[in-house]
C-alpha cells in the first residue's frame, strides 16, 4: 500500500510539472496553475493522512479517535440532513438534493461501521452511540437522493457480506438468513416502488436508472456517456503519460455550459475521475491506482480474518470503503473531493499502524475497539 501511494503522489507531481510547464491559459477563469494545484491537492492529502496515520498511531486510544471522529462527524452531519430534509419537504421545486456529494461514501462508511462493531462484537458506548445515531444517517442518506448513494451501499453490504461470513463462522446461519430475508425484500420493495417518486423510491429509482430512466436520470445518463467520450478522446492524445494538471478538458460533446456557472472546476474535473487519473497521469497512473485499490482489498480482506477483532474490523472497514471509494470515483468526482481522500488515506494509515503493534504483542491478544 505504502509503495503504491507513493508511485501515484510521485506521478501526480509529474503530472503538475508537465501541466505547468504547458502554461496555460484556463478555464472558466480559473487559471491553469490554479486548476493543477487543485487537481494535484488530493493526492497530496491521500499521501499525507496515510503518512500521518501510519506513524501516528500508536494505541488503541488513538484508533477510537480516529473511528469516534467517523461516528460523530456523520452523526452531526445526518442531523443536519434530516433537518434540511424535513423542512424542506413539499418545496416547489424540491431541492436536488440536501447535502453534498460526499457525504454517500461517509454515510455508507458509518453504516458499515455500525455494523461491524455489532458482527465483531465490540461492547461499549462507541457502539451505543453509532446505534443510536444510524436511524438518522439511513434518514440523511436516503433523503440526499444521490444515486451513487445505494450504488455505494450495496456494494459495499456485498463486501461486507462475503468478507464476515468468511471470518466469523459462528455468524454464518444468521448471515445467510438475513441475506435471505433482504432479497425478499428487495424482490417486494422494487416493483412497489418501480414508479414511485418520494425519498423512499429512492433505491427502486436507482435501479431503475439504469434500465428505465425518467427524462432526468436519461438526460444525466447521457450527459456521462458524452464526457466520457470526450475524455477518451483526449487520452489519446497521450495514452502513456498523459497530459499533466492544469490542461482544460476540451469538451467537444458533453454539455458543459449549463452547469460551468455552478461547478467552475467542471473545465477541469469531470464527473468520471478514474478516467481522469489515466488522462492525468497516463497508463501508468491508472495502473498504479488499480493496484493500489487491489493492496487495500487485499489487505483488508487478510485482516478480516485476524484473531484480533480490532484488526479484523478495521480490515473490514477498509475492504468495504474502497469498493464505495472506486464507486464514487467513477460516478460523481470521487477522487477529487479533498475530505474522501483525507478519510481514505487515514483508513489505510490506521490499519497498517494497528496490524504493526499488533505484530508486537502476544499471538492470540484480543483488543476491543469501543471500551476503554
Not at 501510519?54 to 467517523?70: D, E, Y
Request: hydrophobic share 50%; net charge neutral; with cysteine.
Amino acid at each position: 500500500i505504502a509503495a503504491m501511494i507513493g508511485v501515484l503522489v510521485l506521478l501526480a507531481a509529474i503530472a503538475l510539472a508537465r501541466g505547468l510547464a504547458a502554461g496555460n491559459v484556463g478555464a472558466n477563469g480559473i487559471s491553469g496553475t490554479t486548476g493543477a494545484l487543485w487537481e494535484i491537492r488530493p493526492w497530496v492529502y491521500l499521501g499525507a493522512a496515510y503518512l500521518f496515520a501510519s506513524q501516528a498511531i500508536k494505541t488503541r486510544r488513538a484508533v477510537q479517535g480516529v473511528l469516534w471522529t467517523f461516528v460523530l462527524g456523520s452523526g452531526f452531519k445526518s442531523l443536519q440532513g434530516v433537518y434540511i430534509f424535513i423542512m424542506t419537504r413539499g418545496a416547489i421545486p424540491e431541492p436536488a438534493a440536501t447535502l453534498a456529494h460526499e457525504e454517500s461514501l461517509f454515510f455508507g462508511i458509518f453504516i458499515i461501521l455500525t455494523l461491524c462493531l455489532w458482527l465483531f462484537e465490540q461492547r461499549g458506548w462507541l457502539r451505543v452511540t453509532a446505534t443510536a445515531l444510524l436511524p438518522f444517517v439511513l434518514v440523511a442518506d436516503i433523503g440526499n437522493t444521490r444515486r451513487d448513494a445505494f450504488v455505494i451501499m450495496g456494494a459495499e453490504l456485498l463486501v461486507l457480506g462475503i468478507l464476515a461470513y468468511a471470518a466469523l463462522p459462528q455468524h454464518r446461519r444468521m448471515l445467510r438468513t438475513i441475506s435471505a430475508l433482504g432479497l425478499v425484500a428487495a424482490a417486494l420493495y422494487t416493483p412497489l416502488e418501480w414508479n414511485g417518486t418520494g425519498a423512499l423510491a429512492g433505491p427502486a429509482q436507482a435501479i431503475r436508472s439504469s434500465i428505465d430512466p425518467q427524462p432526468r436520470d436519461a438526460s444525466s445518463n447521457q450527459y456521462r456517456i458524452d464526457e466520457d467520450a470526450d475524455l477518451g478522446n483526449m487520452i489519446k492524445l497521450d495514452p502513456i503519460f498523459g497530459i499533466g494538471f492544469g490542461v482544460p478538458i476540451n469538451y467537444v460533446d458533453t454539455p458543459v455550459a449549463y452547469i460551468s456557472s455552478a461547478d467552475t472546476m467542471i473545465g477541469y474535473v469531470p464527473h468520471n475521475t478514474l478516467l481522469d487519473v489515466w488522462l492525468r497521469m497516463g497508463l501508468l497512473g491508472e495502473i498504479a491506482l488499480w493496484m493500489l485499490v487491489a493492496a487495500a482489498v487485499l489487505a483488508g480482506s487478510r485482516a478480516a480474518r485476524s484473531e484480533s477483532r480490532e484488526v479484523a474490523l478495521l480490515g473490514t472497514l477498509l475492504a468495504c470503503t474502497t469498493a464505495g471509494w472506486v464507486i464514487m470515483g467513477y460516478t460523481d468526482m470521487g477522487f477529487w473531493w479533498f475530505r474522501i481522500a483525507l478519510a481514505f488515506g487515514l483508513l489505510l494509515g490506521v490499519l497498517h499502524a494497528t496490524v504493526e503493534r499488533q505484530s508486537s504483542l502476544q499471538p492470540h491478544a484480543d483488543y476491543r475497539i469501543g471500551e476503554s
